[in-house]
């Protein structure tokens, strides 16, 4: 449905995205995740035809959004970072006005206004002025403003942006909603944001795409193959057990209560795949040890480290190829 190739725009000497590039099925939830300054903006307002890219192609419902981007417009709704307010017109007034604008057909028009007002639970204040409504609300009718055409694909910039943390929820739930029967591409720098409302997630950091994939897979991918364990004994015994066990392994140590170690085992990155599990050596060392063990698991990574490992790595390799 989304279709983004080797995306490049500059402001000046500032590459602000550098080769973007993805592909997203129709149906799919996508959150578009990066820091301030990752690249997102001008990413989104590529793909609406906003900014045009300095290299790079965009297809949207199989239409080259760069050469027929009139013909692209028709299968999306965007809804920017800070979409415009009319505060003086009532909600229903200028959800006709925006109808019109957008090419809706007059005969469609009430019609598809009455949908949006439901879909966006916006009916029980369509007389109201936009300027008397929370921030929330106003957000409800940008959004509902976005899918006067009925689009297929739906572009949110940011869409929780100001709001507190009632609204953001409110947001959340209705981008849910909104989900069901569309492609949905969401950027924001929050993380809980992305990881509730969407099935896949591109990290983005300094114009490029630094992980695509869900993210069971993007955890699974940064997996170390440690382990956790809380183990009871004198830490030199327990470190030499452990040090036999995994030559070469890392082993970070914290005290617990009456003598009991919390250790987080990593094996060395290098090292041959052991034939033996990790855990298994580690529990046959310490009982060779006499050094009880009362929790030995796998050390899980969660989406947040993965965001934070992805951009500390692309610091450090700041020339590196998407
Ligand atoms: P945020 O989360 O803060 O909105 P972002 O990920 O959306 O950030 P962009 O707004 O796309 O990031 O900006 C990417 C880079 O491009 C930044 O360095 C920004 O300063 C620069 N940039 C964006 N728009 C312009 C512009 N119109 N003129 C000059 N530089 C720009």
């Known amino acids: 449905?989304?279709?983004?190739?080797?995306?490049h725009r500059w402001f000046g000497a500032v590459h602000a995205v550098r080769g973007a590039g993805f592909s997203i099925p129709a149906g799919q939830a996508v959150g578009l995740l990066g820091p301030n300054g990752a690249g997102k903006t001008t990413t989104l307002r590529m793909l609406t035809g906003i900014l045009r890219p300095q290299r790079?192609?965009?297809?949207?419902?199989?239409?080259?959004?760069?050469?027929?981007?009139?013909?692209?417009?028709r299968h999306f709704g965007y809804?920017?970072?800070?979409?415009?307010?009319?505060?003086?017109?009532?909600?229903?007034?200028f959800l006709r006005y925006r109808a019109g604008v957008q090419g809706v057909a007059a005969r469609r028009r009430k019609n598809r206004v009455q949908a949006v007002l439901a879909e966006c639970q916006l009916t029980d204040v369509a007389r109201r002025r936009i300027g008397q409504l929370s921030k929330g609300y106003r957000q409800r009718v940008a959004l509902a403003s976005a899918l006067l055409h009925d689009p297929k694909v739906l572009i949110l910039d940011e869409p929780?942006?100001?709001?507190?943390?009632?609204?953001?929820?409110?947001?959340?739930?209705?981008?849910?909603?909104?989900?069901?029967?569309?492609?949905?591409?969401?950027?924001?720098?929050?993380?809980?944001?992305?990881?509730?409302t969407c099935q896949r997630v591109i990290i983005i950091g300094a114009g490029r795409v630094l992980a695509d994939g869900t993210p069971d897979e993007l955890c699974r991918s940064a997996d170390t193959g440690g382990c956790i364990a809380e183990i009871k004994g004198h830490l030199a015994a327990i470190e030499f057990a452990i040090k036999q066990a995994l030559p070469g392994c890392s082993l970070e140590t914290a005290p617990l209560e009456e003598g009991w170690w919390r250790c987080a085992i990593r094996p060395a990155p290098q090292s041959e795949p052991e034939a033996t599990?990790?855990?298994?050596?580690?529990?046959?060392?310490?009982?060779s040890a006499k050094c009880p063990i009362r929790l030995l698991r796998p050390e899980t990574t969660g989406l947040e480290e993965v965001f934070v490992r992805v951009l500390d790595e692309a610091a450090r390799n700041p020339g590196g190829e998407a």
């Open 79 to 93: 809804l920017p970072e800070s979409a415009p307010s009319y505060p003086e017109m009532a909600v229903r007034s």
């Open 1 to 7: 449905m989304i279709e983004v190739s080797d995306l």
């Open 56 to 73: 790079g192609s965009i297809r949207i419902a199989d239409v080259d959004a760069l050469t027929h981007a009139v013909q692209a417009r």
């Open 160 to 196: 929780t942006n100001g709001l507190d943390p009632t609204q953001i929820r409110e947001a959340r739930s209705l981008i849910g909603d909104l989900a069901q029967n569309r492609t949905v591409l969401v950027s924001s720098h929050i993380l809980p944001e992305i990881e509730r």
């Open 277 to 287: 599990n990790p855990q298994e050596l580690i529990g046959i060392a310490l009982a």
